[in-house]
């Protein structure tokens, strides 16, 4: 087993060779102390997607706690908050559902002008089998581009939208229409990581609408290229969850998608996100 140690402690074992990693021998229901937040911070950044694993339940307090390490947190433009908790997203399906969150691929919410940098994810009603969420490695989507294709793409910007989305989609879960935002924005659509420097792919099949100074043919024809190449499976990995496991993603180099396939059993958890960069 690919075990690492730490000098906090906390123990660090590979996912897959192409992403992600699973974390244990931390109770994140107690917090974290300076030596662990830089041992997380640090895999973060190398593995792109963290597993916190054998997990209790964290309080909404200690939730968002552990967000605000990473930075200021960020506000869902639409979907319904926990009461009280503004800066929580309940990600909640069940037998009345009519949507579930995150079923097509995507970069939490690509169409603010700021996209999150990252998000953390506790899942504490799962169904019986099935409710995974795969994730997409967009350096290595990058990476496997020819020379030639990197250098059609160099400088493009990318147009991201969420009305399509957005508008009507959150109104069974008590969300007012007219208390939504529908944010846009145009970001590069290859991006470097402010933290790692490495490149990235940076658009994805739910948000992003077009290139700018294209036709809608030509865009759509580079974007549905992009879209099927960045969906390859050798980029990808499947989570499958255990009760109260925590996943904490980085936004700005993956891509992922919630597989609804339990309906009508339920699947419950509590998201919070960390205001990002500006794309770059
Ligand atoms: C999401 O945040 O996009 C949903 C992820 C999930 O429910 O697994």
Same mark, same amino acid.
């Given at each position: 087993?690919?075990?690492?140690?730490? &000098?906090?402690?906390?123990?660090?074992?590979?996912?897959?060779?192409?992403?992600?990693?699973?974390?244990?021998?931390?109770?994140? %229901?107690?917090?974290?102390?300076?030596?662990?937040? @830089?041992?997380?911070?640090?895999?973060?950044?190398?593995?792109?997607?963290?597993?916190?694993?054998?997990?209790?339940?964290?309080?909404?307090?200690? +939730?968002?706690?552990?967000?605000?390490?990473?930075?200021?947190?960020?506000?869902?433009?639409?979907?319904? !908050?926990?009461?009280?908790?503004?800066?929580?997203?309940?990600?909640?399906? +069940?037998?009345? !559902?009519?949507?579930?969150?995150?079923?097509?691929? +995507? !970069?939490?919410? %690509?169409?603010?002008?700021?996209?999150?940098?990252?998000?953390?994810?506790? #899942?504490?009603?799962?169904?019986?089998?099935?409710?995974?969420?795969?994730? %997409?490695?967009?350096?290595?989507?990058?990476?496997?581009? %020819?020379?030639?294709?990197?250098?059609?793409?160099?400088? #493009?910007?990318?147009?991201?939208?969420?009305?399509?989305?957005?508008?009507?989609?959150?109104?069974?879960?008590?969300?007012?229409?007219?208390?939504?935002? &529908?944010?846009?924005?145009?970001?590069? #659509?290859?991006?470097?990581?402010?933290?790692?420097?490495?490149?990235?792919?940076?658009?994805?099949? &739910?948000? &992003?609408?077009?290139?700018?100074?294209?036709? @809608?043919?030509?865009?759509? !024809?580079? #974007?549905?290229?992009?879209?099927?190449?960045?969906? +390859?499976?050798?980029?990808?990995?499947?989570?499958?969850?255990?009760?109260?496991?925590?996943?904490?993603?980085?936004?700005?180099?993956?891509?992922?998608?919630?597989?609804?396939?339990?309906?009508?059993?339920?699947?419950?958890? /509590? /998201?919070?996100?960390?205001?990002?960069?500006?794309?770059?």
């Amino acid at each position: 087993m690919n075990m690492m140690n730490t &000098t906090s402690g906390i123990k660090i074992q590979k996912f897959s060779p192409n992403l992600g990693a699973i974390i244990t021998d931390v109770d994140l %229901s107690k917090g974290v102390n300076d030596d662990q937040f @830089k041992d997380i911070e640090k895999a973060f950044l190398e593995y792109q997607v963290l597993f916190f694993q054998n997990q209790n339940e964290i309080t909404p307090e200690l +939730h968002l706690k552990f967000g605000k390490l990473f930075g200021e947190l960020h506000m869902h433009p639409a979907a319904p !908050s926990m009461n009280g908790y503004p800066e929580i997203f309940e990600i909640h399906a +069940h037998k009345d !559902s009519k949507v579930a969150n995150g079923e097509f691929w +995507h !970069s939490d919410v %690509s169409c603010d002008i700021t996209p999150p940098l990252g998000t953390m994810l506790q #899942l504490h009603i799962l169904p019986e089998t099935g409710g995974d969420t795969m994730f %997409s490695n967009m350096y290595e989507a990058y990476n496997e581009l %020819s020379n030639k294709y990197k250098t059609l793409l160099d400088g #493009l910007i990318a147009i991201h939208e969420s009305e399509h989305l957005y508008k009507g989609r959150y109104d069974d879960r008590g969300v007012n229409k007219d208390d939504i935002k &529908t944010p846009a924005a145009k970001h590069p #659509l290859i991006r470097t990581h402010p933290i790692t420097g490495k490149k990235a792919i940076y658009v994805n099949r &739910t948000f &992003t609408t077009g290139i700018e100074g294209m036709s @809608k043919y030509e865009s759509s !024809s580079i #974007l549905e290229f992009l879209f099927n190449h960045c969906e +390859h499976v050798n980029f990808q990995i499947r989570y499958r969850w255990n009760k109260n496991d925590m996943a904490f993603w980085d936004n700005r180099c993956t891509m992922h998608r919630a597989i609804w396939d339990y309906w009508p059993n339920e699947r419950k958890g /509590r /998201r919070v996100t960390i205001k990002g960069d500006k794309p770059i």
